[in-house]
């Protein structure tokens, strides 16, 4: 090959890769990521919004993580993620990030389909879980132990229920503890002497809610506020959202992101 033709060869793949880099840098400025951490209650839900917002959105791609309430606040002060999940209110040092309400869930109750129990007093769950009442013979069932499931120190779950059902009173230290409502619910859907607490929304065919002082956990109660053991879902920011952050709140608050989540047993803000 002569030095000209070498010369214009060169040129030619130079030109190629230059067009290349600059295809290549347009569609990395069209793409965005949106990271989203914290709940694990809140988790399973925003990755069925995520998944309808992506058919619609191709060049926006959500990342759902969990970690928990308060491991999302955390990482929310500290800017690593674009959105926190939280399944409990905020406390006063932490009020400094924007709270955006999603929707309302409640948290049932939850024994395996053979337990006999359909209703129990709300003092009645706190004695389970403080460690007062041990024996479901205690609560006119069968002689034997009972297998209470709590979650973990941290959780959002934990803190609305200790809030809402514990009040005053702790949690028993020799009770159970699992890191997700996924797992309370397969032990309890595996363990006839088992009872736990999850999200609404999780609960199936394979557990049994208990209605609480004659009052079921559904939809209808909650919304009304006859149904007691209800908590927030919220998203959380740290200052105002960029603006494909923007865009994926507002297909949550919109009419089809509120109807995704009614559909999967939670109750909408609108």
Request: hydrophobic share 40%; net charge neutral; aromatic share 8%.
């Amino acid at each position: 090959m002569s030095k000209a033709a070498f010369f214009i060869f060169l040129s030619f793949v130079t030109l190629l890769s230059s067009c290349s880099i600059n295809d290549n840098s347009e569609i990395a400025k069209k793409k965005h990521t949106i990271t989203i951490a914290g709940s694990t209650s809140v988790m399973p839900f925003v990755e069925k919004l995520s998944e309808h917002f992506m058919v619609d959105n191709p060049n926006i791609i959500v990342n759902v993580q969990s970690g928990g309430s308060t491991a999302g606040i955390q990482a929310c002060f500290n800017k690593t993620i674009d959105i926190g999940m939280s399944s409990r209110e905020l406390k006063e040092e932490e009020r400094a990030l924007k709270e955006i309400l999603i929707c309302y869930d409640g948290i049932s109750i939850v024994v395996h389909p053979k337990n006999p129990i359909k209703d129990l007093p709300l003092t009645k769950i706190r004695a389970i879980f403080s460690g007062k009442i041990k024996n479901w013979k205690e609560l006119g069932w069968i002689d034997r132990k009972i297998d209470a499931i709590t979650r973990e120190e941290g959780s959002g779950t934990r803190g609305a229920f200790e809030e809402l059902v514990m009040k005053n009173e702790e949690i028993d230290d020799a009770i159970m503890v699992q890191d997700s409502n996924g797992s309370v619910k397969e032990i309890v859907a595996t363990d006839p002497y088992a009872i736990g607490y999850i999200s609404l929304g999780l609960v199936d065919e394979r557990v049994k809610g208990l209605a609480i002082d004659g009052i079921h956990a559904n939809i209808q109660n909650i919304t009304s506020r006859r149904y007691k053991i209800v908590r927030p879902f919220l998203f959380l920011t740290n200052g105002a959202p960029k603006e494909h952050v923007q865009t994926f709140i507002d297909f949550v608050l919109s009419k089809q992101g509120q109807d995704i989540l009614r559909k999967e047993g939670l109750v909408g803000v609108r």
